[in-house]
């Protein structure tokens, strides 16, 4: 099952960005986020950087 948009952006509350992968995944993590929502987070380029959950989504969506 793919994550919902709206429950990742919920989960992602209070990221200070630009935020990495594993910033992302521990904010998740500590919001108590589903697995769906840890694993679309987890198939995000460890080495990328992120200025906004819009950039996020994009990269999630393709």
């Known amino acids: 099952m793919l994550a ?3 429950d990742i952006q919920r989960h992602l509350k209070g990221v200070d960005y630009p935020a990495d992968r594993d910033e ?4 998740a993590r500590s919001e108590d986020a589903p697995l769906e929502v840890l694993e679309a ?3 995000l380029p460890e080495d990328e950087e992120f200025d906004g959950p819009d950039q996020v989504m994009e990269t999630i969506e393709h």
């Not at 992302?24 to 904010?27: G, V």
């Open 4 to 6: 919902n948009p709206i």
């Open 24 to 27: 992302l995944l521990e904010t």
């Open 41 to 43: 987070l987890e198939s």
